[in-house]
């Protein structure tokens, strides 16, 4: 693989007036997507568009270049050692594996940090109640449980009304159940809101359960671009899913241990992760979040 080290060209997508929704730019465009790192190439020229308002789940092994990615599309990108070409909306939040609430800020001053306007605090207020926060706008983030802590983090990232949603593992810390009901909370806002949204994850399962399209990361590019055409509310135990189960499992080159005359496995509540888990992202937060403190320990949400 070619290592470049011209600078990465970063645009703001342009939103041109009367132009028919099937003819509508896509709300992210890259294109010869390149980074390397002491002379190791990890995005190897990417071309990808997402449209607007589609939930997309990006999986990989660890190293393949995800939060390279999504560095890249928020505009984290400094002295990149790159080239290529990125079109992204000017309002883009980040939600990552950890709150980085601020520890010495209340929730809804958390919420509202880095907004103005007269009507902040109730857009700030509308969205707590909106993640099932209401009434905790004066707790301290270290009263928060892990799952209420990014529920605080989901608001944040609400209140801007962001065109596009970047997620970087952002449920990884959280115990099993209360990453179920997270799941949950994620798709109805997308539902309700509709920005486009990235949500890097490990997790197989998760990404087929939320996303109506998974990419995966292989070898600085994408290896497989799979549409899940299935309705939601979809179930870990749905046995339809199956086989878009096994076919990003084999683009990520794993197999599951069994015989060719036993019946495919029924995917089960368990997320099967495709590597251990990674420690928290050390990105610097871009519009959609504060750095704070560490990720909460896993509790079960007291939701």
């Known amino acids: 693989m070619a290592t470049h080290t011209e600078q990465l060209t970063h645009t703001g997508r342009p939103a041109p007036a009367g132009r028919a929704p099937s003819q509508a730019a896509p709300a992210v465009r890259l294109r010869g997507l390149t980074r390397s790192f002491d002379g190791r190439t990890v995005l190897d020229g990417v071309d990808l568009d997402l449209p607007a308002g589609q939930l997309t789940a990006l999986l990989g092994h660890s190293g393949s270049g995800k939060s390279t990615l999504l560095r890249a599309v928020a505009g984290l990108d400094h002295e990149v050692a790159g080239s290529g070409t990125l079109s992204a909306p000017d309002r883009v939040s980040v939600v990552f594996q950890d709150s980085r609430l601020l520890p010495w800020r209340r929730v809804l001053d958390n919420v509202l940090l880095g907004t103005d306007g007269k009507d902040a605090v109730e857009r700030g207020r509308?969205?707590?109640a909106e993640v099932g926060l209401a009434g905790r706008e004066?707790?301290?983030?270290?009263?928060?449980?892990?799952?209420?802590a990014q529920r605080a983090a989901l608001a944040r990232s609400l209140v801007r009304e962001p065109e596009l949603l970047l997620a970087d593992e952002p449920f990884g810390a959280l115990d099993a159940l209360t990453r179920i009901r997270m799941h949950g909370l994620l798709r109805e806002l997308w539902q309700r809101h509709r920005p486009?949204?990235?949500l890097v994850t490990h997790d197989v399962d998760e990404a087929i359960v939320l996303a109506d399209r998974v990419l995966v990361l292989d070898g600085g590019r994408i290896g497989l671009d799979l549409t899940v055409d299935?309705?939601?509310?979809?179930?870990?135990?749905?046995p339809l899913l199956g086989e878009y189960?096994?076919?990003?499992?084999?683009?990520?080159?794993?197999?599951?241990?069994?015989?060719?005359h036993d019946p495919a496995p029924t995917p089960t509540p368990t997320p099967v992760s495709v590597?251990?888990?990674?420690p928290a992202s050390a990105l610097t937060p871009a519009v959609g979040g504060p750095a704070g403190q560490e990720a909460p320990t896993d509790q079960e949400d007291r939701q």
């Open 126 to 128: 509308a969205a707590l």
């Open 230 to 238: 299935r309705p939601h509310p979809r179930s870990y135990r749905d």
């Open 275 to 278: 590597s251990a888990q990674a």
């Open 138 to 148: 004066r707790a301290w983030p270290n009263e928060l449980s892990g799952g209420e």
């Open 245 to 260: 189960r096994e076919r990003l499992l084999a683009a990520l080159g794993v197999t599951e241990d069994r015989t060719d």
């Open 196 to 198: 486009s949204v990235l």
